[in-house]
């Protein structure tokens, strides 16, 4: 009799699993999704990292560095120009993470004097950064070496003496110099918005769980419904309760680790307040739109989850996007965490103001009218 009540109640679970096909389909995705993020991810090589080349001068030696700087998988040339403000001002926008300035005598081999190459970056970006300069440095160092051998070949085999101040000339002639445009960057300044985002993200959307699918099934929604009450002063009252908790709680984490870190926000502190304000929206719609059918908690786990977490994974918390195959780049642009985490660092490293971050604006606007449109408008009364 014990067994078959075992097995009865095994019986019972498992088709109670299959009935739930939502769930079902998130325990089989989810380990598959995590494991691939996981490789993919943060097991991966900074790779395509976009640049910029200013060519100032032409001939031989550019075409040889930019043909070396091609074969090297951390660059992907976007744009080649001779015009130094415009490769400064491709960085400032964001569209590539550096520029490697090569000056006007490049190519002249006569010209002794040394050939200073600027590499112009961004340095918000502190992982990407920390591949691209050993790797600058290692290109233009061995270039430096090639040329500085060809030229005391010339020099030895025409008899010439050119002196000490001469050797060394010839020695270093090629010299890069890093113009790091935001500063140091430590990688606690780098992490921290990313960390105060994804922290807003994971509270509102597990939060709401709790908050009306768990509601839903402890009965209280259902009693709720029971007076004249509707839809929309329900879903009204829980967004700002919610917000008012998350918004707090991430001041809390904004001031922490401004005290412990030595965090500094470059840019104004009520901007990223607002930015705060608009991601939390964001993501309590979000979890509203998923639970607004959910007739459990679990079932609302169960199908937030492979959200959230994937999310977290390609949005940049902890690497640069650039780290991820191509198809997780095109995913992360499609998560709104992805554009909190641009629109947070640019306000607290870069010092940016509205003007620069009004897409990221824009698309989390666009998100969180979307989700609470869904959310309502699939709101169940009756699960």
């Not at 097995?7 to 995705?29: E, G, Y």
């Not at 191509?326 to 660092?345: E, G, H, S, V």
Request: hydrophobic share 50%; with cysteine; aromatic share 8%.
């Amino acid at each position: 009799m014990g067994l078959k009540k075992f097995l009865w109640m095994f019986k019972k679970d498992i088709l109670s699993l299959w009935r739930h096909k939502p769930r079902l389909v998130s325990i089989i995705a989810f380990p598959i999704i995590m494991i691939a993020l996981f490789g993919y991810g943060m097991g991966g090589s900074i790779e395509h990292v976009p640049i910029a080349i200013v060519n100032m001068s032409g001939g031989d030696l550019t075409s040889n560095t930019v043909d070396v700087i091609n074969n090297i998988s951390i660059y992907d040339v976007k744009n080649i120009t001779n015009d130094v403000e415009l490769g400064k001002h491709l960085v400032d926008k964001g569209d590539v993470k550096a520029t490697i300035i090569l000056p006007a005598n490049y190519d002249d081999l006569a010209d002794m004097r040394t050939k200073d190459v600027t590499l112009y970056l961004d340095s918000s970006d502190q992982i990407a950064s920390q591949a691209l300069v050993p790797t600058t440095e290692q290109v233009f160092s061995g270039l430096n070496n090639k040329l500085s051998i060809e030229k005391l070949s010339k020099l030895s085999s025409s008899g010439t003496n050119s002196g000490v101040s001469g050797a060394s000339s010839i020695i270093d002639s090629i010299k890069l110099e890093i113009n790091r445009i935001y500063g140091d960057i430590k990688y606690i300044d780098f992490l921290v918005p990313a960390v105060l985002a994804m922290t807003l993200m994971f509270s509102c959307m597990m939060g709401m769980g709790q908050s009306i699918a768990g509601e839903r099934e402890t009965g209280e929604l259902a009693r709720l419904f029971m007076t004249p009450t509707n839809v929309s002063t329900v879903v009204g009252g829980k967004i700002l309760s919610k917000l008012t908790i998350e918004i707090v709680r991430a001041l809390i984490l904004l001031i922490t680790a401004i005290i412990l870190f030595g965090i500094v926000i470059k840019g104004s502190i009520l901007l990223a307040i607002g930015m705060l304000i608009l991601g939390a929206l964001s993501f309590v719609g979000f979890g509203i739109m998923i639970s607004a059918s959910t007739s459990t908690q679990e079932d609302y786990m169960q199908m937030v989850m492979p959200f959230s977490m994937p999310m977290m994974f390609v949005s940049g918390v902890f690497y640069p996007i650039e780290t991820m195959p191509w198809i997780f780049q095109k995913i992360a642009y499609i998560c709104p965490l992805t554009y909190l985490n641009d629109a947070m660092r640019s306000i607290m490293i870069k010092g940016s103001g509205i003007g620069d971050i009004w897409i990221d604006i824009a698309v989390l606007l666009g998100f969180t009218a979307i989700f609470f449109i869904l959310g309502v408008v699939r709101f169940n009364r009756d699960v």
